[in-house]
């Protein structure tokens, strides 16, 4: 079993709640491998997952791997103590292959079962880092996880006035930081919950996110520190 030797322990006795989805960036998923298991790379995951559906996990679950890096969700700001990291292997601009969307499906549902971690703790890395990370990408399948009971997607049936200071209330509500650019955080949001849309803010931007922040506010759920 492969395994990598960048991990600590989880702070404060913290417990994994959240689940963090990235991809690789890299054409060849054993040279990711090689680089999550390399010392000086000082950065790891907990599974990474070929195209092939391969799983081949890094870290043992309840420690802390070093995926996340600078970002928050929420209350929580070492993402890294709360979370299990799962890197995916794509490109970022390429669909993601069905073996590897069958392997995420089985081992999100899995560590969910496992860890009692509801379906909108799923994430990802863009979704606590915006601007500075954006996947697993606009091609990443939220649907097709939200089907399966594996991650929530934003739904609304028309568009809403146009509220920018609303739409980024909403977008807190849900676990967004309030300390990025709204164009940054719009962008973000965009790149789950309206993948491929550009233009400015607008009244259907703005009916999604009110819709998340009805149905799954942080705070409703006391997941917030």
Not at 151 to 161: D, E, N, R
Not at 171 to 194: E, K
Request: charged share 25%; with cysteine; glycine share 8%.
């Amino acid at each position: 079993m492969t395994r990598s030797p960048n991990f600590g322990p989880r702070r404060d006795g913290a417990v994994p709640d959240l689940i963090v989805l990235h991809y690789t960036a890299m054409p060849d998923w054993r040279a990711a491998r090689d680089w999550l298991c390399n010392p000086d790379a000082e950065v790891s995951a907990h599974y990474i997952i070929s195209e092939q559906g391969d799983v081949v996990q890094l870290v043992d679950e309840d420690q802390r791997a070093w995926h996340a890096g600078a970002g928050s969700w929420g209350n929580i700001s070492d993402v890294n103590s709360r979370s299990i990291g799962i890197e995916m292997n794509n490109d970022g601009a390429s669909p993601f292959a069905a073996p590897l969307m069958d392997a995420v499906e089985r081992l999100v549902a899995q560590i969910l079962d496992r860890w009692a971690i509801p379906a909108h703790r799923v994430i990802a890395h863009s979704d606590l880092a915006p601007g500075r990370k954006t996947d697993p990408g606009a091609r990443f399948d939220w649907a097709r996880m939200e089907r399966r009971g594996l991650a929530v997607c934003a739904h609304a049936g028309q568009g809403i006035k146009v509220d920018e200071a609303a739409f980024l209330d909403d977008l807190a509500a849900i676990g967004y930081s309030t300390h990025y650019d709204p164009n940054v955080a719009l962008q973000a949001f965009r790149l789950r919950h309206r993948q491929g849309h550009v233009g400015p803010l607008d009244g259907l931007d703005c009916a999604l996110a009110a819709d998340l922040a009805t149905r799954f506010p942080i705070a409703k759920h006391g997941l917030t520190s």
